[in-house]
């Protein structure tokens, strides 16, 4: 793990995540930017003295002169969002198998650029778009691919919180400090740290690309640098339409990501903060309540729990089902295990090119006088249009987003 | 009443509502277009015979040619959109009070004729925006115009439907003929129809004026004319945003209309389909859930509720707490009531033409290639913009829109 | 109407829901114990002043002194308990319809008085309890009259309230006065007053007959001399087990009615202060969420909408499913309408004698030694079991309870 | 380990539920009753060989065996129910610290010789009533402790599941078979697997004693040996009412566990399969919904939770807090970490023999002619009430039945 000190909720996660099936030990790692810091926080947490590295480099350097056998399996990258790129670059570079946090880099430069490197090595590389996890969104996903919906015609995502409705950043709070501060988050606030999420639990129920977007962003709290609120319209290529609302000063929210789908004959809806419902809405029937661990669900979404119905899987096990779908696809690449069969998908680096891609524009449109803001995303090394080529090898085997 | 004959559901939910409360008698009416069913409708809901009409011309000179006591105290105009005008204009000008259906008309000159008559003749002028009515609403209404949320910094508000999602009006469905039909809808379809319930219903509770609107106006089933799907971005009066979304394609919605407001200092959620639950989401409070009845409440929402806590009202008392308003305001201007104190309010002409000026914008602005188009609504009749000139006695004594 | 004066929140409910959809008109009452009052709030109401009686007997010899087609269609019973009685008889011994609130009498021997009168009169007799005429409580009864359960095999019934849950007696509250009265009660409080609808709404919905109850009846308020909390057990005929709580001492609960039954094959659910949503909950099978007013109900269900799905009916509107089915079986009586075919049911003196004796049955049990009170219903008349017999023409056609 | 090889879900949820926090590592087991199976599955688990034993008997030794720093600090007994006692005894005895599965043991003869092994040895013991874990049932047990419902009156707690409404036992459901087997899971069937939490949770929640139940036990599947489905009245000490309703036939409900608690100022309700969310139900204000991760918690269920707001944590969080607990605990006995302050609770042997003694009590009450059977809970060792008493430090410094 690369990033995730004592400080760093999301460093926990990532650890519970990855252990939580027993499938992953945490072995090795540069837990933060300063070295005592680092040293301090591997100990806290019974890293090995040999394996307590003080940066990132020194950490590439000394799993690269372990023998094989004994190097990390992959690496976390959980650092602030402009580290992501040089570490991430790097251990793939040398081959090792990265699980990056989103948004995966700062701008579709650095993603074009990751995008080759991971292709020319080979490794598997995800970003832990996490809410792709839920057992629920899974099954969404399928309903969706299979038809249940008919022809997709409208998308509304959301991702509203409230936690930055004051001036968090100026009282301390180190997350508000740079998730504000453009030279460590990026050209976006709210749109690259929770409209990104929003953007791939939309692509990944419904496969759907953006052709157009037209995005209004905000920032509301005086002094801040970077939106903090944005709300966009979207056209999707072959004619559905969408809305993207995010927000972190909507007050009183606690993370309340949703997505809802309609299409000609039946919509869907689902909430993370309640992540075990999932509303099917059949045009002349009773709506339908799908719940995890229920036989009646697709096998992607019946592996993806880990308890019998009722009994609540949550954030951290749909974090971890990400995990596990990356120590699966380890273990086909090692000859491990066959290939095929019940997979679990998680999210590549196409997904976290994409995302860079939808910031980006999204940033765009913004202070466009245009109504209307291509965001088409092309494959960052072809030139084609991603969805619908399927001929990456890597995503066949890997991905969600095909 | 004029329209609302037998096939027409709305007409039964006026009278419903109209009688509820043991204030107002169904005594007299034109329900129909064609004098035949006119007739028929008026016996099978046993109008006299004297006072069940044939046209609605036809009513107007019989009840002028009653003494002023026997005739009606106000008529309700019930008809499909483009017959709203010719009907309330005259007897507006005939001196009569008049509940009209919304949207009011068909255009803004209509509109600004309209507000004109009224304004001149003296007489009440009710728009049916019952969604106003509702108990919660009014807290709503209240908590905000307090400042118990701080100051409103954006308004998430939604209509969605999925009663469209299918050509009905191909297969003999009479509402969505019409609904559907330019000649006798008007510009807009889901815009219109529902929409602008949505756009009343944020102004009823914010008193937000748009400043700027950017629409993105769809017709998803093919050969459709008018719009079956809208999503707006808004930029209000003061900085404030907005999105309004109304559909009626969203297949397995049934009337799920939604308002949420984010303050500096607390959000609140009011949901139609579950009209007894308020939602108030302090910044570091737990949330509360308010229901109508208690003691809690402000007057007003007290005031609109019959019944005591958890014995829940719906649709029909709501549009019957428009009529409650109408019949005390006629009492006081009849001076058989004091004004002040615990009246009721409700939608007014000027409500009736901020809602048709709205409609108009949106379609303007999906046909534009700016994004933004101007959307700020002035009053008709005298060039100002209405909100917060408060000078209308008219205004200050019934409405909402203060 | 007798009783129901200016103060009296039931006596309103009635008026609303009987002239809600334009059947009934109020054309006569004595609405008061006292003759001032009752003027007084005749008055208030409207009614003309040759009908507007000082007393019930003044009411029962004026309307006999008219001739038949002047006369009231039915009169309306809605004074505390202990008047309901010698209203009803009087009323039913003269050939009048009468609609009665609940618990119908005070004790066993006045229900079978009355039902003897009504069965010897023919005329038409309805309790109201009125939480039967909601559509998802008729949806309900025709999924587990149909078998779509599976054999039932258990019941939750439950009704709780929280107003009583301090000496509202004590402070003025008239309601909490006479209801914790045991000379104007009976010998029951939250029994009589609420556990009687909740053993209605068990029995309306699943036809099921109590054999043996336990109860556990408690008044924990001070001074309080009847129950204002009771909890049971209950073993129905057939083998099938019951809950049954009701509180009036459950602090922070509005009007919670709710039901839950579970048969062999799938379970349902229905809430009160939510009243557009029926549970279905299959063994294998996502839960279902059914509302009114779609096309997938089952007829009664269908019939007791009066608007499109989405737009929600509540108390009023099902209390006036009550009356709506009296007026029509009144039409039937008179030749005006065919009977047969969609029939609105309604709760009949049955049902009435059956909550009179589940409420002395609860008194017994809980002042026993013995763990189970025998508590099967025999018809007050002729000593059978009354379910299942279906032999009184008066109930086939008119009632709930077959 | 003991028990929890690869068939049995309620292993991979304590070893997940054990390591989630990076505080404990899996390091030997007896995973299953035969030694093949056993070793089998521990090596599947990764277990090394020398601790991947054939029998508890043989761990027990071998762990003896190794030197004291290099020993299990606690052992998890996981098995079914005839086999807790053995292996818990054994190694209480052995001064080892012992987590085991609920019901603690078969009968209340076990749970007082296993107290006073406990006590003898003073090691740690916590049962696994892993409901107890979640945050907003420490917020519940908080605010009732603290008085902010005022005097409790009335409680209901239900655990109603719906997987043995069919004769699983015989279609090959291993679980299901020796659930409904006297000889694997003693006296009781759904009160024993499940009415165990159920009182256990409405104790911890309001620390009331029973003192009196009358239980209605029933097996509706016709061959089935033990209860499947059981409804209680309660009378607790000082004069609370309850009702405890447990199911494993309920058609349609997965693992509906909740609790209602009624007092003199306000009402509660927690549900479990929605636990992210604690309803306050005052007298006269709004209902407010609490959510883990907030400021506005108790420092307990603050402690209990690893995400911020809105991040959903459920069961294995929930049962990774009783192992939290422990573990502390453990390094407060080795002196590694001051007592006091922040610790978390966890339910102890007392809890585990209550829960004993409650299962006897309920089968006793179901096969009694008398309406109340006693249900007074005396400490096993002393004869005391423990409630109330507080002077067993083992208690005091553990547990959550204070």
Redesign the interface.
Same mark, same amino acid.
């Given at each position: 793990m690369v990033g995730g000190g004592s400080d760093a909720?999301i460093g926990?996660?990532h650890?519970?995540a990855a252990?939580?099936?027993?499938r992953t030990e945490?072995t090795a790692g540069a837990l933060s930017s300063t070295r005592e810091k680092a040293i301090d926080s591997g100990r806290a947490?019974?890293l090995p003295d040999g394996r307590n590295y003080g940066s990132w480099e020194e950490m590439l350097e000394g799993e690269l002169s372990l023998p094989d056998e004994e190097r990390i399996d992959f690496v976390s990258v959980v650092t602030p969002n402009f580290v992501h790129f040089p570490v991430a670059h790097a251990f793939v570079e040398s081959g090792f198998n990265v699980v990056c946090d989103k948004p995966m880099v700062l701008d579709s430069g650095q993603a074009r650029s990751l995008v080759n490197a991971v292709e020319e090595a080979g490794v598997v590389f995800a970003v832990t778009y996490n809410y792709s996890g839920y057992p629920m969104v899974k099954q969404a996903r399928h309903m969706v691919r299979e038809g249940h919906?008919?022809e997709v015609?409208?998308v509304?995502v959301e991702y509203s919180?409230?936690?930055l409705?004051?001036s968090a950043e100026e009282n301390g709070n180190k997350q508000a400090q740079w998730r504000t501060d453009p030279e460590r988050s990026g050209v976006a606030g709210a749109v690259g740290d929770i409209g990104s999420h929003a953007e791939n639990l939309a692509h990944t129920v419904t496969g759907l690309e953006m052709a157009e977007i037209?995005a209004?962003l905000?920032a509301?709290v005086p002094g801040r640098r970077l939106d903090d609120?944005a709300?966009l319209?979207i056209?999707y290529e072959g004619g559905a339409?969408g809305?993207l609302?995010c927000?972190q000063?909507?007050?009183?929210?606690?993370?309340?990501l949703s997505i809802?789908v *309609?299409?000609?004959?039946?919509?869907l809806e689902w909430r993370?903060?309640?992540?075990?419902e999932l509303l099917?809405?059949?045009?002349?029937?009773?709506?339908?309540?799908?719940?995890p661990?229920?036989? *009646?669900l697709c096998v992607e979404a019946k592996n993806a729990s880990?308890?019998?119905?009722?009994?609540?899987?949550?954030?951290?096990?749909a974090f971890a089902n990400v995990y596990a779908g990356v120590a699966e696809e380890i273990r086909v690449r090692k000859g491990e295990r066959e290939p095929g069969g019940a997979e679990k998908g998680f999210p590549t680096v196409y997904d976290g090119a994409r995302g860079v891609h939808f910031i980006e524009k999204a940033v765009e449109s913004a202070r466009?006088?245009?109504?209307w803001t291509d965001a088409r995303w092309r494959n960052a090394t072809n030139g084609n249009v991603a969805s619908g080529n399927g001929e990456k090898p890597n995503r066949r085997v890997q991905g969600h987003s095909g």
């Open positions: 909720f926990a996660v650890r519970s252990v939580l099936d027993g945490f947490l019974g919906l008919g015609r409208k509304i919180q409230g936690w409705a004051t037209s209004d905000n509301f609120d709300n319209l056209r339409r809305v609302i927000s000063i909507s007050t009183g929210e606690e993370n309340n809802r *309609y299409g000609s004959e039946a919509g993370q903060e309640n992540p075990t099917l809405k059949p045009a002349a029937a009773p709506a339908q309540v799908l719940r661990g229920n036989d *009646y880990r308890l019998p119905p009722g009994h609540p899987e949550a954030f951290i096990e466009s006088e245009r109504r």
